[in-house]
């Protein structure tokens, strides 16, 4: 049924896409492209296709590594919970697996009208990459995706080793796409150069390893990891909320609650990690070539930047906002307690790691020898301070930290999206000007990230003292789940745009001009429309997709087999 | 409610002392405003913080409560995006047009010159076919015409553009390649990131100026040593630029001599 739908909807796609004119770039020999794509153009139709498909292989990628671990989890702890809930992520990700192929499909199609010269001359580039090793990987995976789903029940008790094996395996496969489709994305920022030779020149003796391992290779595929375990998860924490919302009894509240704080508590696991990533690939980006650098952070995207730090640190609110939350309905929450190096700590780190990364700018390791004793000393001599604070008031202070690491990473050099042609009533006077400077944004996300550290170590004491009233958590968590996975997606759709943008004028950059009139740097005010509308597509879509998968199992477990529903309280 | 009117009350008055400060220090006008929103936004979170626990909803009412938020969501951000400054594309765009110029006058000559040859091809047929039928009248011989091909191109008019005032084609070069990102020059542009330029005429010829731009690796200026080591200056400009054009920013270059800007000492690393 489900093929057959894909099928349809692909034709109908096709159907769509001869209208739009695509036989008539077959017919063209030279030059640009004789489509023009009503309404966005042609540059924004290749945008919206190309973000929807990295949304849906982005979650396809990353579910499997949340799916396994709740596996994993459910076998150690001998909790059928995390079995349901790795079973159901898989159901979702199965369906949103042939999304993926057909947005994959798709965005070559409009790749090829749009651009089919260029597209013509990439995919040459690459063939072994897009004709060989990708759909290789890719039929694999497929195998090893269904193969997965319908041994669930086969491969159980004594044989679950073999299941979550093969889970391990299809991972291994998924790990092995990104990394290898990033070549060629990433070849399209920083292709392959030598000193001395030009890039023309350097590509034509240039190996397929060279072009796939180009400077931003790596650093995009751990960034990308990380991210899809954090999308994963957010995504998964929406789709509890939906069926919290739905949810008929205090069985499944009491379940969808749980499933909702698992997803997020894996999604903060990869966020931790995320802007240590992020700064480590825009570090090898202004490494290859020094004027990305301005063109990010002083110039035209210097307010993309911005909105990303709005973005995320709304992000990193809610996450601790969702914990205090879960904190409010353990019971015996309030007599947790901790060190008072702790708050000591979290007062005390935005401005002496604003003072060390001035003094020891990363990667001198005198920085980590500041750093790391003094964000350990809660944890590694807190028992020798007899005086503790209430988890409350820490976890309030962490707000008030948290505010101000935000207001410090929101804080530009001016507030004009052109760092050259600012005017100095725009500009941040001297004196002040150290709160716009990069180790102050590297100290805010340093301190953000340490404060939801110190929460989830709160909440882990909570939960060991006291009594979790599963389904009892405020409403509100449920909106906050929707708020995470949609600030999430959307941080990805703008960061992708970014990274898009970051090609200025070039197909490949330094290599291939855009030569069409829209190759310029878009407004965030229409870069924002665009990303917000892909944003509510595709959580529409997984949303459906949820419902049309999670539903009928939803039924079954109500049915009286004998098999306990667990409804755990502490 | 009275609880959201106290914190908003508190964030009111720790805005308003952190506006008075910034603006006692002259602080731009925008800067107090994120000061005062992010204080506004710290006080609803507190808020919520302190807030009654929601009633769990379910069936109907929660689809609308769930669809209210969405709608939120979506104004939030797409409001928050436009209420930051803009980039004007049209800047850019002027630019990109210039830098892309001689790339897209030779693909349209290229695709107009194939276009001329086809026509001029399908002409001489018809040509062939007119003397075929004189001939079949007139008993004359026909004479087949070889068509030309695409590659048979006129010789390409002119040479870029790189003509007229070598100083206006040097100075548009430093705008359009966009030195002045780390480079001051006039007191302008310059992060600190490459040395300030008023008096390198003094210090480099217009070879020496070239090659540094050909070659970054070529010299270094003196205190850029980390700078130079790292390669922050791209070797992308003689790629970027040709020969003329980059003539023309050397000598545009070497035309700055004022002495009573320190500019750093180039010293030869090739």
């Known amino acids: 049924m489900k093929t057959h739908s894909s099928s349809l909807l692909t034709l109908t796609l096709l159907a769509l896409l001869s209208i739009l004119g695509v036989p008539d770039v077959f017919a063209q020999e030279a030059g640009t492209s004789v489509v023009d794509f009503p309404y966005t153009g042609n540059r924004t139709a290749v945008w919206i296709v190309a973000q929807l498909h990295i949304l849906f292989a982005a979650f396809i990628l990353g579910a499997p590594i949340f799916v396994v671990i709740s596996e994993w989890l459910g076998y150690r702890k001998q909790d059928p919970r995390y079995d349901r809930l790795a079973k159901e992520v898989t159901k979702v990700t199965v369906i949103l697996f042939s999304m993926t192929a057909v947005t994959g499909g798709l965005f070559i199609f409009v790749l090829l009208a749009a651009y089919p010269q260029f597209t013509t001359s990439f995919i040459n580039q690459f063939y072994v990459v897009f004709a060989i090793l990708y759909p290789a990987l890719f039929i694999t995976e497929t195998i090893l995706m269904y193969a997965y789903l319908y041994t669930w029940d086969i491969w159980k008790g004594e044989k679950k080793g073999r299941h979550i094996a093969l889970g391990v395996l299809l991972n291994l496969v998924c790990l092995l796409i990104l990394f290898v489709i990033n070549g060629p994305t990433s070849f399209m920022n920083t292709p392959p150069k030598a000193e001395g030779i030009s890039p023309q020149d350097f590509l034509a003796t240039a190996t397929l390893w060279d072009k796939i391992a180009n400077q931003s290779w790596f650093p995009l595929s751990l960034h990308r990891i990380d991210g899809n375990v954090a999308f994963g998860g957010f995504i998964a924490g929406m789709i509890a909320a939906y069926l919290y919302m739905a949810a008929k009894t205090k069985e499944e509240r009491a379940y969808y609650d749980w499933m909702g704080f698992v997803a997020i508590w894996i999604a903060v696991g990869g966020s931790l990690l995320q802007p240590f990533t992020g700064l480590l690939l825009a570090y090898e980006m202004c490494d290859y070539d020094f004027s990305f650098c301005p063109y990010m952070m002083a110039d035209q995207l210097s307010m ?85 604070v209430s988890a409350r008031t820490v976890i309030k202070i962490g707000f008030i930290i948290m505010l101000i690491s935000d207001a410090v990473w929101l804080t530009p050099a001016g507030f004009v999206a052109t760092g050259t042609d600012m005017p100095d009533e725009m500009k941040l006077p001297e004196g002040w000007d150290y709160l716009s400077s990069m180790p102050a944004k590297l100290s805010a996300i340093f301190t953000l990230v340490f404060v939801t550290i110190v929460n989830f170590v709160l909440y882990n004491r909570a939960i060991k003292q006291g009594t979790i009233l599963w389904g009892k958590i405020d409403f509100a968590a449920q909106f906050v789940l929707i708020f995470l996975a949609f600030t999430s997606t959307w941080i990805m759709g703008l960061m992708g745009a970014v990274r898009s943008l970051l090609k200025k004028y070039f197909h490949t950059y330094s290599l291939v001009s855009d030569l069409s009139a829209e190759s310029f740097t878009p407004t965030l005010s229409y870069s924002a429309g665009w990303i917000t509308a892909i944003t509510v597509f595709f959580l529409a879509v997984v949303t459906v997709a949820a419902l049309i998968a999670i539903r009928p199992s939803v039924a079954k477990v109500k049915e009286p087999e004998g098999s306990p529903i667990p409804v755990p309280v502490k | 409610m009275w609880n959201l009117f106290k914190k908003l009350a508190v964030g009111f008055v720790i805005g308003g002392g952190l506006v008075a400060i910034a ?248």
Request: charged share 20%; hydrophobic share 45%; proline share 5%.
């Open chain 2, 23 to 270: 603006n006692s220090q002259e602080v731009p006008f925008s800067f107090q405003l994120l000061f005062f929103i992010v204080s506004l936004i710290g006080a609803m979170m507190f808020a919520l913080l302190d807030a009654q626990t929601l009633n769990t909803m379910s069936g109907g009412k929660s689809f609308l409560v769930v669809t209210v938020f969405w709608v939120f969501l979506i104004t939030v951000c797409v409001a928050g995006a436009s209420f930051l400054p803009q980039f004007e594309p049209d800047d850019e765009k002027a630019k990109i047009g210039k830098l892309l110029e001689k790339e897209r006058k030779q693909s349209a000559q290229g695709k107009t010159e194939e276009l001329i040859a086809r026509a001029k091809a399908l002409d001489q047929q018809v040509k062939a076919l007119e003397d075929r039928l004189k001939g079949i009248g007139g008993g004359q011989a026909v004479a087949t015409t070889q068509a030309p091909t695409a590659g048979e191109k006129p010789a390409a008019a002119g040479g870029g553009g790189a003509s007229g005032d070598i100083m206006k084609v040097g100075e548009e070069q430093w705008q359009l390649q966009e030195c002045y990102n780390c480079h001051k020059l006039r007191g302008e542009g310059g992060k600190k990131r490459g040395p300030e330029l008023d008096n390198i005429g003094t210090l480099l010829t217009v070879e020496e100026i070239q090659q540094k731009i050909a070659d970054p690796k070529s010299m270094m200026a003196e205190g850029y040593d980390k700078e130079f080591q790292k390669g922050i200056m791209p070797d992308k400009f003689k790629d970027l630029m040709d020969p003329k054009e980059l003539l023309a920013l050397a000598t545009w270059l070497g035309s700055f001599k004022n002495t009573a800007v320190n500019t750093p000492k180039p010293i030869k690393k090739k």
């Open chain 1, 304 to 388: 993309f930047f911005e909105m990303q730090g709005i973005m995320i640190g709304l992000l990193f609110l809610g996450i601790n906002y969702y914990s205090w939350l879960s904190v409010k309905r353990i019971e015996g929450a309030d007599n947790v307690r901790i060190t008072v190096l702790a708050p000591i700590v979290l007062i005390v780190l935005l401005p002496v790691t604003m003072w060390v990364m001035n003094s020891w700018w990363i990667p001198d390791p005198m920085s980590l020898a500041f750093l790391l004793p003094l964000t350990l000393s809660p944890f590694l001599l807190g028992r020798f301070v007899p005086v503790t």
